[in-house]
T-cell receptor, first 108, second 113 residues
Framework: KNEVEQSPQNLTAQEGEFITINCSYS?????LHWLQQHPGGGIVSLFM???GKKKHGRLIATINIQEKHSSLHITASHPRDSAVYIC??????????FGSGTQLTVLP | NAGVTQTPKFQVLKTGQSMTLQCAQD?????MSWYRQDPGMGLRLIHY???????DQGEVPNGYNVSRSTTEDFPLRLLSAAPSQTSVYFC????????????FGSGTRLTVV
């Protein structure tokens, strides 16, 4: 069973700051997913990665397959970025194993 | 395009009652799955299906049943509700073929008293 660890568990930033959330996993995977969950809301898929780097707006996700590590970066953070960010990994069977999430609060 | 639709959004059950959480998707996804989310535990897989007529257990299947009679629908049944099943439940779907992300429903908050 894959173990997925996220850090930090909680993160408070000032508006405009550059934010990094980390994710590491224990066993080889077919893909890594970054998800966003707003308070009281559903879960939105941000990125799916199997190698390299992806960018969408102010969000950047990277993965290092050899080191079994991924990072999610938010540039020029904004209060609307406040949410729980969840890392999940999937193997060939498509089942997801989730990290426990990072609660991000961006203060104005 | 509705995506993944979960009903109900909220439910309160008494211990021992049964109920069905509904999940429907309109994206022709073969893979559908149910998760529960508990504070401090993260999301955990309950059951999943890779196509109509095919289901399998996930990490925490006890107390839950599923069936998949159509591609679109994947209901989750609580046979005899227990307080330990108080949780937020999410349904998600995807293509079986790798390279595609997952679409999640908006969740069902279940309280068992």
């Amino acid at each position: 069973k894959n173990e997925v660890e996220q850090s930090p568990q909680n993160l408070t930033a000032q508006e405009g700051e550059f934010i990094t959330i980390n994710c590491s996993y224990s066993v080889g995977i077919s893909a890594l997913h970054w998800l966003q969950q707003h308070p009281g809301g559903g879960i939105v898929s941000l990125f799916m990665l199997s190698s390299g780097k992806k960018k969408h707006g102010r969000l950047i996700a990277t993965i290092n397959i050899q080191e079994k590590h991924s990072s999610l970066h938010i540039t020029a953070s904004h209060p609307r970025d406040s949410a729980v960010y969840i890392c999940a990994v999937s193997g060939s069977a498509r089942q997801l194993t989730f990290g426990s999430g990072t609660q991000l609060t961006v203060l104005p | 395009n509705a995506g993944v639709t979960q009903t109900p959004k909220f439910q309160v059950l008494k211990t021992g009652q049964s109920m069905t959480l509904q999940c429907a998707q309109d994206m022709n996804h073969e893979y559908m799955s149910w998760y529960r989310q508990d504070p401090g535990m993260g999301l955990r897989l309950i059951h999943y299906s890779v196509g109509a007529g095919i289901t399998d257990q996930g990490e925490v299947p006890n107390g839950y049943n599923v069936s998949r009679s159509t591609t679109e629908d994947f209901p989750l049944r609580l046979l005899s509700a227990a307080p330990s099943q108080t949780s937020v439940y999410f349904c998600a779907s995807s293509y079986v073929q790798g390279g595609y992300g997952y679409t999640f429903g908006s969740g069902t908050r279940l309280t068992v008293v």
